[in-house]
């Protein structure tokens, strides 16, 4: 199921509700620059456009990602040195968080008079 709609699968303030919740920087490597959104079940093995199934990723972790299951995508950064523990701990807290909705109609409303 690839993503032939580019980022109009989400509303805008849904996602910049998200990546409000997230600190507006990548849940995996903390960049701050190029975000998107990753799902944490990918969509081709049934993962949801719900807001807890979602995080901010950077274009390059995303794309790094692709559509391997969390423990697989886990497996490849400890093969690279990476500690995942602290990193499963940090997706789990950001998910658990409700989005604001409205603070993602204002960014989005300040982002439109811009």
Known sequence: MSNKHGSKWIRPAKR??????????????????????????????GGSHAAENLVTSCVSCNSARKD???????QVLRDGGGDTSQLRKKIRTLTARA????????LLAARRAQ
């Open 68 to 74: 391997l299951p969390m423990r697989d995508w886990f």
């Open 99 to 106: 989005i604001n909705l409205d603070e993602g109609k204002r």
């Open 16 to 45: 910049l509700a998200i990546y409000s919740r997230d600190g507006f920087a990548c849940a995996y490597c903390g960049s701050e620059e190029s975000l998107s959104l990753d799902h944490l079940q990918p969509r081709e093995l």
